[in-house]
């Protein structure tokens, strides 16, 4: 079945500093792809919801590329704050009823 | 902010007792997910459901857990005889499905069982 592989599970970067962190998937019929931020104690937020016909999502501090060639899904913060620090994790989805999420990544964010 | 409520927040539990958790998705949402998050950070489904029907769960939980979604009743899953390696934060998510594509997921708090 469908594997995603999360990179890297630690980060730490300074403030200002961007952050890129990468999941790879294999099922090349994935179509939906998420990445969610969890803040300690808290409930998993969704950052964005990338569908496969769009390569570049920006938002609020962040962009989310997909290269469905390489199969690769990343999210880019632009100009990290010490707010960014949490876990990050990717979600991959082939249909409606299967979400399968990368190991997660934990940011920290240095003032 | 997501509007799907799970209770308790945190459970102790002995080996061999009952577990049961709770989950009221966000209203409309006729589908429901449960996953297992590990010390890990590792996400496992457990189960998920469509109204009150069962989509799929994986073998674990049909041997060991009991999860349903009754209408106008909070959806639950309690596990029949906790084991050390059921400590883990349970995750509820509800999502607003239409047709074959894949709707985001909203997920609560969580509950965090402990086993001793």
């Known amino acids: 079945g469908e594997q995603v592989e999360q990179r890297p599970p630690h980060l730490s970067v300074r403030e200002g500093d961007s952050a890129v962190i990468t999941c790879t998937y294999t099922?090349?019929?994935?179509?939906?792809f998420f990445w969610y931020k969890q803040e300690p104690g808290a409930s998993l937020q969704l950052l964005m919801k990338?569908?496969?016909?769009?390569e570049i999502n920006e938002g609020q501090g962040f962009t989310v590329l997909l290269n469905k060639k390489d199969k690769r899904l990343s999210l880019n913060l632009t100009a990290a704050h010490p707010g960014d620090s949490a876990a990050y994790f990717c979600?991959?989805?082939?249909?409606?009823?299967?979400?399968?999420f990368g190991k997660g990544t934990h940011l920290h964010v240095l003032p | 902010n997501s509007k799907v409520i799970q209770t308790p927040r945190y459970l102790v539990k002995g080996q061999g007792q009952k577990a049961k958790m709770r989950c009221i998705p966000e209203?409309?949402?006729?589908?429901v997910f449960w996953y297992q998050q590990n010390k890990n950070n590792e996400f496992k489904f457990l189960i998920n459901?469509?109204?009150?029907?069962?989509?799929?769960q994986i073998d674990m939980t049909e041997k060991r857990f009991s999860a349903e979604c009754p209408s106008n009743s909070p959806c639950s899953l309690e596990i029949q005889s906790s084991e050390a390696g059921d400590s883990a934060l349970y995750l509820c998510?509800?999502?607003?499905?239409?047709?074959?594509?894949?709707?985001?997921?909203?997920f609560g708090s969580g509950t965090r069982l402990t086993v001793l």
């Open positions: 998510a509800s999502s607003l499905q239409q047709g074959a594509s894949a709707e985001t997921l909203y």
């Open positions: 459901f469509q109204n009150q029907e069962v989509l799929q």
């Open positions: 099922d090349p019929n994935s179509y939906y």
């Open positions: 990338v569908f496969s016909s769009t």
């Open positions: 979600a991959v989805s082939p249909n409606a009823y299967k979400v399968i």
């Open positions: 209203k409309g949402h006729p589908v």
